[in-house]
């Protein structure tokens, strides 16, 4: 896509959300529908990482969140959570240099310490590497829960407050979403499922209290780049329509939405 492409693209898909969350669902039924092991739906799937990742970066948004493995996943067959991992080696072993050479920091989200050796070490090292990238911030769940990731918040907090390090009345949402994996990125605006699938399924729950959700039943590895752009414009459509509600009157709900969304940085459409 050439450069005037990509800003008639940026235009026609403003405003654009600051930070994607994408919970890439249908691996294993592409591959079965196919008669393939599971195995080459997940290596299907990682494929269009590739895309997905460099549309992102193209189009400035600020981060993207991908939920690769659940704490949930452990209670897969033996086997397929093994491939899983290699694939993961494969990746960081495969991708990283061109993400770093593309200015994307990698960020892996979760209780990564659990990760078996290899993947941990992986993992630090791409992080290392792209650490001062300023580009893409490209957040990677692995062994990631949004439950799990809130009690450790918790007791980070009430840790701090036992020890004297930290005062009751100074804890409140800011305090709390400090703690978080997410820490030092903005909250989720845009929320996509593919695979059909219409929950979040423990994924950045709290992170996505503001957050459309586009829900596809396309599967992750058929989510093309026109796929994206289409989820990216549902969610300009629906900004411009508030918006515009705004503009005209909208209510007195309305305008208190405008009142919350100044305080959480955009978004105020939830609760009503």
Partial sequence: MTVAELN???ITLSPLPKHVGIIMDGNGRYATRRGLP???GHRAGTERLRGIIKLSSDLGIEAL???AFSTENWKRPRIEVDTLFAIFMEYFTKEVEDLHKNNVAIRAMGNIAALPEKVYAQCMAA???TKNNTRLKLNIALNYGSRAETVNAVKSIALDAKEGRLNIEDIDEECVMSRLYTRGLSDVDL???TGGEQRLS???LLQSAYAEFVFTDTLWPDFSDECYIAALGEFA???RRRCTYCRAGGGAVFRRMGAVRAVH????DGGV
């Fill in 8 to 10: 008639a693209l940026r």
């Fill in 38 to 40: 599971r195995s080459m």
């Fill in 65 to 67: 969140s991908l939920y």
């Fill in 127 to 129: 992080m290392e590497k």
């Fill in 191 to 193: 929320v996509i499922r």
């Fill in 202 to 204: 423990n994924f950045m």
């Fill in 237 to 239: 459509h629906r900004n």
């Fill in 265 to 268: 940085g955009g978004r105020g």
